[in-house]
């Protein structure tokens, strides 16, 4: 199968000797044959390991807390992980034909050189959020140290050591690779569903059953916003939560054994957790305005204030290994690959998520993380709008224009067919760009507003809350007019030069 492009074998095979190419490295080369073994359980417990995280769990809690009941709010999220879906499945199928990462499938549409521009934006997001779940996985181990040691908290700096070790950790998982990611998703995953059912069950019967609970759940609706007025901004912000994934997911179906295994694993994995833990972070909260007489909405406080020592330290685990899941997969393996993809020769995947791991430090996500209206309507909606661009380009470049159909080996070729302009595709730019103008000054207003919501909203404002639709569709239409011509006479060329 080796050397062959037919679009009638599910899989393809480069042969290593394009190493000599700047743009071939170990690690983006494509995923030789022997080791595209995930299975159907593999991709749907990437899913889990990734869903299953805090933020996930105070995501409904937020869009309550602006005014959404309970079932709105679940309803919501569970629709925005089915929109993401389709993009997800559409990218995900040539890293699995094949064998590519996100950054090399860029250089289709956007050129060898040119796929810098969506890598290093994808990178930028996934370094923000590689900070976020470190500074949340660095509070769980704070309290499971509190719980576990007495005098700890009496240590000035005892959060940011956590913060730092918790870091290390990540550090250590990052020098051994993506099969150690593999394994850590597979083994964590059923653990961290019996978790997330415990912690339900123990509000279950603490607050007087669900029924009882969900009926208390209008107390943490702190925000006077209608559904349909909230609606919008957040679909857009559910869709946006994995907008990034959708991008990059080839990073991990390069892996797959088949493609019906990427996407009923995705299919399996995807929505369903992340509805289910949503309601959970919803019930639970809900339960402690019951049992406490105040919503906590951070599992990590709850759990402090749970009781005893065992109980703590055993949740504590439980959400370590949700942060450190969820991390490794979702906001290492893509800025590992995009940084490395800057210069294969001299960055490999284990130094670029070394420079994730700096970055998402420098970022300071302590800030990013503090606000919960502006982590919804500012960072999720704001970088969706990157995201809904770059994916729009990549579909059409893939689905619509090329039928799936590859060059693999002009993929690491300088001069190749996806060389364009010095390496630079400008109909990919142009219509880049074009996707975020619009929403560009809604983002900027929202940005300047304390809690991302503008009082008076203008159409740009409008158009911002849909960031991912709009620049999704923009790009999509502009990339697909400019290069449908030129896609088609340089498949023509390269048919009758055959």
């Not at 992980?81 to 090399?104: C, D, E, Q, R, W």
Request: positive net charge.
């Amino acid at each position: 199968m080796a050397n062959r492009d037919d679009s009638s074998f599910d899989f393809l095979e480069l042969p290593d000797e394009l190493h000599h190419s700047p743009l071939w490295n170990r690690d983006l080369a494509p995923t030789r044959l022997h080791r595209r073994t995930w299975s159907t359980w593999n991709i749907a417990a990437l899913w889990i390991g990734m869903s299953v995280v805090i933020t996930t769990y105070t995501l409904a809690s937020g869009l309550i807390g602006q005014g959404m009941n309970w079932w709105q709010a679940i309803v919501t999220i569970l629709l925005g992980n089915v929109i993401v879906l389709v993009p997800m499945v559409l990218n995900a199928h040539a890293g699995t034909k094949y064998g590519i990462s996100f950054p090399v499938l860029c250089r289709a549409s956007f050129g060898t050189r040119g796929a810098n521009i969506p890598a290093v934006l994808r990178a930028i997001v996934a370094c923000g959020w590689f900070g976020i779940q470190t500074w949340i996985g660095g509070l769980a181990l704070d309290a499971l140290m509190t719980a576990a040691w007495s005098g700890w908290s009496a240590i000035g700096p005892h959060v940011w050591i956590s913060f730092f070790v918790f870091w290390g950790i990540q550090i250590a998982i990052i020098v051994k690779g993506i099969e150690a990611i593999k394994h850590l998703e597979s083994w964590s995953s059923p653990l961290l569903l019996l978790g997330g059912f415990a912690l339900l069950v123990w509000a279950m019967k603490n607050a007087g059953g669900l029924g009882n609970i969900l009926a208390e759940s209008e107390h943490l609706q702190q925000g006077k916003g209608t559904f349909w007025k909230l609606f919008p901004a957040a679909l857009t912000a559910s869709v946006g939560y994995w907008a990034t994934l959708s991008l990059n997911i080839p990073d991990f179906t390069r892996y797959a054994r088949s493609q019906r295994s990427q996407m009923l694993g995705q299919a399996l994995g995807l929505p369903t957790t992340m509805a289910a833990f949503a309601f959970i972070g919803v019930a639970v909260t809900s339960a402690t305005v019951i049992i406490y007489g105040g919503a906590i909405w951070d599992p990590v406080a709850l759990v402090a204030r749970i009781g005893t020592p065992a109980v703590i330290i055993v949740s504590a685990v439980v959400i370590l290994l949700a942060q450190l899941t969820t991390n490794m997969a979702a906001n290492v393996v893509s800025p590992s690959n995009d940084f490395s993809n800057l210069n294969p020769k001299r960055i490999s995947y284990v130094t670029g998520g070394i420079i994730t791991a700096v970055i998402g430090i420098v970022m300071m996500p302590w800030k990013l993380y503090s606000d919960a209206a502006a982590y919804i309507f500012t960072w999720l909606i704001g970088y969706s709008g990157m995201m809904g661009a770059i994916g729009g380009i990549l579909i059409a470049d893939y689905w619509l224009l090329r039928k799936r159909e590859l060059a693999l080996r002009d993929l690491f070729e300088p001069k190749g067919r996806y060389s364009y302009s010095n390496g630079f595709n400008p109909a990919a730019i142009v219509a880049l760009v074009a996707g975020i103008l619009p929403v560009a000054p809604g983002f900027i207003r929202a940005a300047m507003t304390p809690g991302g919501q503008v009082a008076n909203p203008t159409v740009f404002d409008t158009l911002y809350t849909y960031a991912w639709f709009v620049t999704f569709a923009i790009s999509f239409v502009v990339y697909a007019a400019l290069m449908r011509e030129k896609v088609e006479n340089t498949e023509r060329g390269m048919r009758n030069a055959g």
